[in-house]
């Protein structure tokens, strides 16, 4: 078992900056891909980033590649999402997943209760 806590949300205005934390408990932390995803009212949970378990292999989602960054802390057993330059069409519930390096749902078996984020225009 892998317990994920996420936390940074909160309300930015457009073009600002947060960073997103998750923490993690439980299993051996650094075996995991992790993943950060986001579910806007009445949408789907969407894709946003990946990284591999060491860290060295990074994926994000077309909408917000050179915007957003991923990266892990191993030691810290915390994973990050540096998010630069929002837009309002950012804003959603932000959910860290621990899993397989995919992009898709299903291959994530842990998730987080999410933070939310607000852009406002």
């Known amino acids: 078992q892998v317990q994920l806590v996420e936390s940074g949300g909160g309300l930015v205005q457009a073009g600002g900056s947060l960073r997103l934390s998750c923490a993690a408990s439980g299993r051996t932390f650094s075996i995991y891909q992790m993943g950060w995803f986001r579910q806007a009212p009445g949408k789907e949970r969407e894709f946003v980033a990946a990284?591999?378990?060491?860290?060295?292999?990074?994926y994000y989602a077309v909408s917000v590649k050179g915007r957003f960054t991923i990266s892990r802390d191993n030691a810290k057993n915390t994973v990050y999402l540096q998010m630069n330059s929002l837009k309002p069409e950012d804003t959603a519930v932000y959910y860290c997943?621990?899993?397989?390096?995919?992009?898709?749902?299903?291959?994530?078996?842990?998730w987080g209760q999410g933070t939310q984020v607000t852009v406002s225009s």
């Open positions: 997943a621990a899993g397989r390096y995919s992009v898709a749902v299903r291959e994530y078996g842990y």
């Open positions: 990284i591999s378990w060491s860290g060295g292999n990074t």
